[in-house]
């Protein structure tokens, strides 16, 4: 995949941090867009993510539904998270199985990325289909899960997934994109 | 769809505005998380969107290709821009349509919403399938578009669409969002 990288069009004059947290860190570029104009362009940072798109025994998938800050809606989605520092793409998939939704997988296959808000942000995403499930609880899960917003996990058929998709149960993005790179690799395994 | 709206188990206790510019808003807002503990939640805020899924008469998907700055990352995507003050969805969706891709349309059809990344921004893209569709040019087009990173705007059969997912030309996580929704509203339609 070498085919979606910049064709380098844009270029920095200056940068300048303007906020941080330890989640995301903002900066000011001063900028010349690809038509030669100079201007100043704000950019969110942040770390590679991943989704994962864990599938049980019965071709079942695993939705959390989590109330989301920033927008003040309620989604249900798929698990996901930052890669934190050291860590791998699929022990940080591995991870975000377990501290969302309580279940490890012994089976994990990449099938794509999706960046999420690329006039704005940084993030890139890496999408994993997670097979092979097994429960693993931790002592104080209700809790880890609350404090990100997560009330429920629940496994949902494909119909019924479509389903919470036409009536505004799914409005998360990255979820949406999700499973769309699940039906066109499972389309694609098909043959 | 009243059924995605907030479940309120996030509270704000104070906001601040630590950066602003014509585009993007950041505030660092001191919350309590839903299971009681205090901290701190950096939210990037943003109008709300439209994304455009134009279909030709032919059942063709037309295609903006995009060098994004804060990726890094070139993509195949969804015409789309955020609401400007004053313009419905309907009249946004147009506009961006022409100005992005050189099109006007004489059916617009909502079909859906996606939260680009609720877990920073406040972003709520809202999906229009456009049909009907005229060569509408601006004197100026291309260098608008350059303007933004847009280099080439093309129709696609949907076959296609599906092989740039594979091939890794299509990374734009809206428009994954948007293909996804497109495909169950037409799932749903037929029958």
Same mark, same amino acid.
């Given at each position: *995949?070498?085919?979606?990288?910049s064709? @380098?069009?844009?270029?920095?004059?200056s940068?300048?941090e303007v906020y941080?947290?330890?989640?995301?860190?903002?900066?000011e570029?001063?900028?010349?867009?690809?038509n030669? &104009?100079e201007?100043? =362009?704000?950019?969110v /940072?942040?770390p590679l993510?991943?989704?994962?798109?864990a599938i049980?025994?019965?071709?079942?998938?695993?939705?959390?539904?989590?109330?989301? =800050?920033?927008?003040?809606?309620?989604?249900?989605?798929?698990?996901?998270?930052?890669?934190?520092? $050291?860590?791998t793409? @699929?022990?940080?998939?591995?991870e975000?199985?377990?501290?969302?939704?309580? =279940?490890?997988a012994q089976?994990?296959?990449?099938i $794509? *990325?999706a960046q999420? @808000?690329?006039?704005?942000t940084?993030?890139i995403d890496?999408f994993f289909i997670a &097979?092979?499930l097994?429960?693993? @609880?931790l002592p104080?899960?209700?809790d880890?899960r609350? /404090?990100?917003?997560?009330? /429920?996990?629940?496994?949902?058929?494909?119909?019924?997934?479509?389903? *919470?998709?036409s009536n505004g149960?799914?409005?998360h993005?990255?979820?949406?994109s999700?499973? =769309?790179?699940?039906?066109s690799? &499972?389309?694609?395994s098909a043959?």
């Amino acid at each position: *995949m070498t085919n979606n990288r910049s064709s @380098q069009i844009w270029s920095t004059i200056s940068s300048r941090e303007v906020y941080k947290n330890p989640w995301i860190r903002v900066r000011e570029d001063r900028i010349v867009h690809p038509n030669g &104009k100079e201007g100043i =362009y704000g950019v969110v /940072e942040v770390p590679l993510g991943v989704y994962v798109i864990a599938i049980n025994e019965r071709s079942e998938l695993l939705l959390i539904k989590q109330s989301h =800050y920033p927008t003040g809606l309620d989604s249900w989605g798929l698990p996901a998270g930052a890669i934190k520092p $050291g860590k791998t793409f @699929q022990e940080q998939a591995l991870e975000e199985l377990q501290e969302e939704a309580g =279940y490890f997988a012994q089976e994990l296959i990449r099938i $794509g *990325m999706a960046q999420a @808000q690329p006039g704005i942000t940084s993030q890139i995403d890496h999408f994993f289909i997670a &097979k092979q499930l097994h429960r693993k @609880q931790l002592p104080n899960e209700t809790d880890l899960r609350l /404090e990100e917003g997560i009330t /429920e996990v629940g496994f949902f058929s494909f119909e019924d997934v479509d389903k *919470m998709v036409s009536n505004g149960l799914i409005t998360h993005g990255q979820t949406l994109s999700g499973l =769309y790179l699940y039906q066109s690799w &499972k389309n694609k395994s098909a043959f």
